[in-house]
């Protein structure tokens, strides 16, 4: 961690501190709108295919949305959803493939993301962003997401009734949201006390507890063809927390376990591209 890294790091803990000795529940607020805050914006130059795409974009809850279609019109639809503080431009190496197997490819920067606009991002909303593209665009067939955008998958698609006929590739999901505050919690020194109120504001913005936002919770609802991969030493969203799916054994779910990829890597590998499109 470079010095003003650590040094901001540093200030952010000491706010927390005095703001909890004044008001947990102030604390447990703030410290969920910075859970919700990407601290990097990836607005690298599109690369070349994204150059050539056709761009299109819509409001969402006040943001404006960036996305980008490859091979309008096709029968068959595909869209990419990236993870917390990437952008789908880092999934370039797929939309050739892709739209050589006759999708027609979508893709979509979401709220505080890539060249989308907003300043936070929760999964409510990203589900929300992935049933505004299905009904404006779609309706797609398809999904290929990582990390955030997994577990927003995994909900949107929970409520689409037609939810068999489609298929959908995980990567490295976002399995818990309770292990995400979790790792959250710890690297900011925040107290118990202070989570309560976090996890009441996560229960009053989305009517359930921070439990219930749970890819292993969800699966036993989905009846789409899905692909999971997951590397054994991805720090970010773990193998524990994939393992309760794994041990269900349901009919429609495929693994491919890696080893040494870790959490981005995963989705750049070779092999597991070809997996993925393949798959579709």
């Not at 999901?173 to 996890?199: G, I, M, N, Q, Y």
Request: with cysteine; hydrophobic share 40%; charged share 30%.
């Amino acid at each position: 961690m470079k010095l003003t890294q650590r040094l901001a790091l540093k200030y952010i803990r000491t706010k927390f501190k005095l703001l909890s000795a004044i008001s947990k529940r102030k604390a447990g607020e703030k410290a969920f709108e910075l859970f919700c805050t990407p601290q990097y914006r990836n607005r690298k130059k599109l690369p070349p295919i994204f150059e050539k795409s056709e761009r299109l974009s819509f409001s969402l809850k006040g943001n404006r949305l960036q996305g980008y279609r490859w091979n309008h019109p096709a029968e068959k639809k595909v869209l990419i959803l990236h993870g917390f503080e990437s952008s789908v431009i880092n999934f370039d190496r797929y939309v050739r493939p892709l739209i050589r197997k006759g999708y027609e490819v979508l893709a979509f920067d979401a709220p505080a993301h890539g060249r989308s606009s907003g300043k936070r991002i929760n999964v409510l909303l990203y589900k929300n962003m992935i049933h505004a593209v299905n009904e404006k665009y779609g309706p797609v067939n398809s999904f290929i997401a990582h990390s955030l955008g997994g577990l927003a998958l995994i909900l949107a698609l929970e409520e689409m009734k037609d939810n068999k006929e489609k298929k959908a590739v995980l990567i490295a999901p976002a399995c818990e949201t309770t292990t995400a505050a979790d790792s959250f919690f710890r690297f900011l020194k925040l107290d118990k006390e202070v989570r309560k109120e976090f996890d009441k504001r996560i229960e009053t913005l989305g009517g359930q507890p921070p439990s219930w936002f749970s890819v292993a919770r969800a699966a036993q609802n989905i009846n789409s063809s899905v692909l999971f991969l997951q590397d054994k030493n991805d720090e970010m969203t773990p193998l524990k927390d994939v393992v309760p799916i794994i041990q269900k054994n349901y009919s429609n779910f495929k693994f491919m376990i890696t080893e040494g990829l870790g959490h981005r890597r995963i989705y750049r590998d070779n092999k597991c591209s070809k997996a993925i499109i393949e798959f579709l």
